[in-house]
């Protein structure tokens, strides 16, 4: 004899709920890894920053430059892509001790998912010392 199907039978509803979830569970398992490369790349720039706001006010007495200040912060970022990382060095008269030597780092991101740029600018540290 042949069987009829029983249509209140609920064997397969487990992997129906399961591929209609997975969609949502893989955008948001990607949005999270894109989240946390964007807050190590903002990490890395803010201590990359912190270098180079030091480097600028330690430097002045032996004769260091903004410039030497932004290799400080190149040389602290080196994990971030080097052609797109901009510093600025602002000296403002740091011939006394007490004056303040400005810092700004930039970098650009991007949260994108599945193509779709969602979010982008730039990540910017602003760092400030007084001069020694």
Same mark, same amino acid.
């Given at each position: 004899?042949?069987?009829?199907a029983d249509i209140r039978?609920?064997?397969?509803?487990?992997?129906?709920?399961?591929?209609?979830?997975?969609?949502l569970l893989a955008v948001l398992l990607l949005a999270v890894?894109?989240?946390?490369i964007a807050f190590n790349n903002y990490v890395t720039l803010t201590d990359a920053a912190r270098a180079g706001a030091r480097k600028a006010i330690v430097s002045r007495l032996a004769g260091g430059t903004t410039v030497d200040a932004e290799a400080a912060v190149r040389e602290a970022a080196s994990d971030l892509d080097q052609t797109k990382l901009q510093v600025d060095v602002t000296a403002a008269g740091? $011939?006394?001790?007490?004056?303040?030597?400005?810092?700004?780092?930039? /970098?650009?991101? $991007?949260v994108d998912l599945l193509g779709m740029v969602v979010?982008?600018? /730039?990540l910017t540290s602003t760092m400030k010392e007084r001069c020694e």
């Open positions: 004899m042949k069987r009829v039978s609920e064997r397969g509803q487990t992997a129906v709920e399961f591929a209609m979830v997975l969609p890894i894109q989240l946390g740091c $011939s006394t001790a007490g004056d303040q030597s400005t810092l700004v780092a930039k /970098y650009p991101y $991007s979010k982008s600018g /730039y």
